[in-house]
């Protein structure tokens, strides 16, 4: 997907980028093959790669409503920046958190916050279960990409979301993962409101976002301890 591409698939989908949105895009993607080898950062590298893997697939969360209207967002392990950078450029007035627990590829967040001057991101170099353990029923939405499976991201992110907030996680064949929750969906007092498929555009592979809604106050038990966690599954 090369940039002009990118421009119209996002309008395929109802998503307008902004010219100045564009510039901070093609920023971020020389930064990413600026500073991949020093932070270890993505196995994608070339330029149309990065703005079919990472830029548009991470905005592909805007088709939902309910992102497009956040005041507040948490990405959990969001490594180089995924999807948080993307929504963040999208979305000048919400306000995102970026969690991760790697320091080098905060280092990079941070370089990225400051030359597309990004006020509206926070970057916290921990361990979600440790951030979530003290930011509480705070998030409109909470989302990540390839962190973990559906059982343990649920733990770690919902505490930290409201109630009726959404829990966004991007995924790819999700079945066997939804079965192996359904006990930590029950203890959460959660809902899967709906399992959206869709292909991602041009090489055609399968993704999902679902849309898990926080019914109730979470038990201030969770997130147990990650071992524990772990030892769950
Ligand atoms: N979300 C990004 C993406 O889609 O490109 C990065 C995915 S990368 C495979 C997973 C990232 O999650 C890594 O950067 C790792 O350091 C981070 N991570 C894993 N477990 C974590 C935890 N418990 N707390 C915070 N970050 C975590």
Known sequence: MNKEEFIDYLNRINITVTEEGLNKFETYKNLLQEYNQKFNLTSITEDKSIYLKHFYDSLYLLTLKETQEASTILDIGTGAGFPGIPLSIMLPNTQITLVESNTKKCGFLNIVKEKLNLKNIEI????AEDYTKEKREYFDIVTSR???????LLELEIPSLKTNGYFLPLKSNIEEEIKDS????????VDIEKIIKYTLTIENSNRTILKIKKLQKTNPKYP???SKILKDK
Not at 124 to 127: G, L, V
């Open 146 to 152: 390839a962190v973990a499976n559906l059982k343990i």
């Open 124 to 127: 916290i170099n921990k361990r």
């Open 182 to 189: 359904q006990n930590i969906i029950k203890n959460l007092s």
């Open 224 to 226: 147990r301890e990650y």
